[in-house]
């Protein structure tokens, strides 16, 4: 439960109404009820309040993530040197070997470990649940976690109905009424876990009929639907042309939000079209590299760009090490441009002050909750991170005089001594809480357990099935898209 906690004596980011960013040095904040109500020095804490010393101490707002894979978890240590064509034959496909069981210590594992890194928001493409039994399983594990964000609800790749030693059958190309109607379901109950949870769509099926893809989008808003994200970029077809022509991109009298993800290798009208309509797009650039979909376009000029982790079971949760990625690729990219011409880069255009706020601010913008999330502001919601300048080497000799650069360029896990959610610790003491399922209290041990026996299982089955036809059927795909 939230309660009105006191931090004291910290050095507190803030933004301004222009994203620039300033740190208040022997600051205070008072939570009250899950929110922030006062933000200033030299404030007198209120009787009955718990006060957290800060000093030596920076508080920074929570991360946004978002586009993330959260169910994804057993999936962590063998698919690490895949190529795209593995990913999609084999890692993506795997959801097909997840029992409903599997999936909630999957989903918790994947909420937890983005919440042990600081994200404290996430826009979860849920694109790994073969039934509304799995899908349930996947939001109670996102409600028991203490994350906050958008459960965005998709039916797997291929839709497969029966992988084994002798066959590979996909399922029929149409989206599944089962499907829709528990959309519908879920999304009329409102915000979950006392709103921390809210319902969207994740959604790549834009090779369908117009007509069906148009349906999707109409039954979702009118069942309450506020987010609607979609991979885009190489594989298959134009996602940008399509929301065009099908007339799908937001309107005023339509209240919801859509974010894309990737968009590498749009062509330029393509990118002229999310350009114009500042459709938020969400750039992971780790995930991008290991999937061959080329250079990131997080700082891409006229792009209205945000910052996801996406495959933590290909990279780190770690939202400052998609953060560190993107500006090392970027710089890259810059040098090897110049070196065609035999020229080398005297100065950087992206600083981590830019890529923090791609991280934090500008991703609660992209998914249109900017005045709850996202930086540190009275009335908004107390997601807030306490990182020591004391915890380690690296971070605490850079910590002082450049806390933005510290925990962009230096920080870790291990540097983050508190995480609240709506002013509720989910990590304290540098130690992640633990979580309450169905009465029961369940420390990281016991998840940890768990995930094994969940990873021992799901690897059993895939031994049954047969990598090779999988990898035809995603060849020929490919071939015709």
């Not at 989206?175 to 009329?188: D, F, G, K």
């Not at 000029?301 to 690729?329: E, I, K, V, W, Y």
Request: glycine residues 8%; hydrophobic residues 35%.
């Amino acid at each position: 439960m939230s309660q009105s906690i006191f931090l004291q004596n910290g050095s507190v980011i803030v933004h301004d109404e222009h994203d620039h960013i300033h740190v208040l040095d022997n600051c205070d904040i008072l939570i009250s009820d899950g929110i922030i109500t006062r933000v200033g020095s030299d404030l007198c804490p209120p009787t009955d309040v718990e006060v957290l010393d800060c000093s030596n101490k920076i508080i920074s707002p929570g991360f946004v993530n978002t586009h993330h894979h959260l169910w994804q978890t057993q999936l962590k240590g063998y698919g690490v040197d895949h190529c795209w064509l593995e990913y999609f034959s084999d890692d993506l496909l795997q959801s097909f070997n997840y029992s409903p069981e599997d999936t909630y210590w999957g989903q918790l594992g994947g909420c937890l470990e983005a919440l042990d890194a600081g994200t404290t928001f996430v826009l979860d493409h849920c694109h790994g649940f073969r039934t509304p039994e799995h899908a349930e399983k996947a939001i109670a594990a996102f409600a028991d976690s203490g994350i906050r964000g958008v459960f965005a609800y998709g039916e797997t790749f291929l839709n497969l109905t029966k992988w084994d030693a002798e066959s590979c059958i996909p399922g029929a190309p149409a989206i599944s009424e089962t499907y829709m109607r528990h959309v519908e379901y879920l999304a009329q109950k409102g915000p979950l876990a006392d709103g921390r949870v809210t319902i969207g769509i994740g959604f790549d099926g834009y090779h369908l009929p117009q007509q069906e893809v148009k349906k999707l989008f109409g039954r979702a808003i009118k069942a309450g639907v506020k987010l609607i994200t979609s991979h885009c970029g190489n594989f298959g077809p134009s996602v940008p042309k399509l929301l065009e022509e099908f007339s799908l991109f937001p309107l005023a009298e339509y209240d919801y939000t859509l974010v894309l993800s990737h968009g590498n290798y749009l062509d330029k009208k393509d990118l002229e079209v999310v350009s114009q309509r500042q459709i938020p797009l969400a750039c992971t650039p780790a995930t991008e590299a290991q999937g061959s979909m080329g250079w990131h376009l997080l700082f891409e000029p006229g792009l209205n760009t945000t910052l996801g982790a996406d495959c933590h079971f290909l990279n780190s949760s770690s939202l400052m090490q998609s953060a560190r990625n993107a500006l090392l690729f970027s710089r890259l990219q810059h040098t090897l441009h110049l070196k065609s011409s035999g020229l080398k880069p005297v100065k950087f255009d992206q600083s981590h002050h830019d890529v923090f706020n791609k991280a934090t601010i500008q991703g609660a913008r992209a998914v249109g909750m900017q005045d709850q999330i996202g930086s540190i502001q009275v009335g908004k919601r107390a997601d807030i991170l306490v990182f020591s300048r004391t915890s380690s080497l690296a971070f605490g000799a850079s910590a002082r005089e450049r806390p933005i650069e510290a925990i962009v360029a230096y920080s870790e896990p291990r540097d983050i001594e508190a995480v609240l959610v709506g002013g509720t610790f989910r990590k304290r003491g540098g130690t992640l809480a633990p979580i309450f399922r169905n009465g029961e209290v369940i420390g990281f041990e016991s998840i940890l357990l768990q995930l094994q026996r969940s990873q021992d299982a799901i690897r059993q089955k895939r031994k049954e099935c047969n990598l090779g036809l999988s990898r035809d059927l995603v060849s020929k795909i490919v071939d015709m898209s």
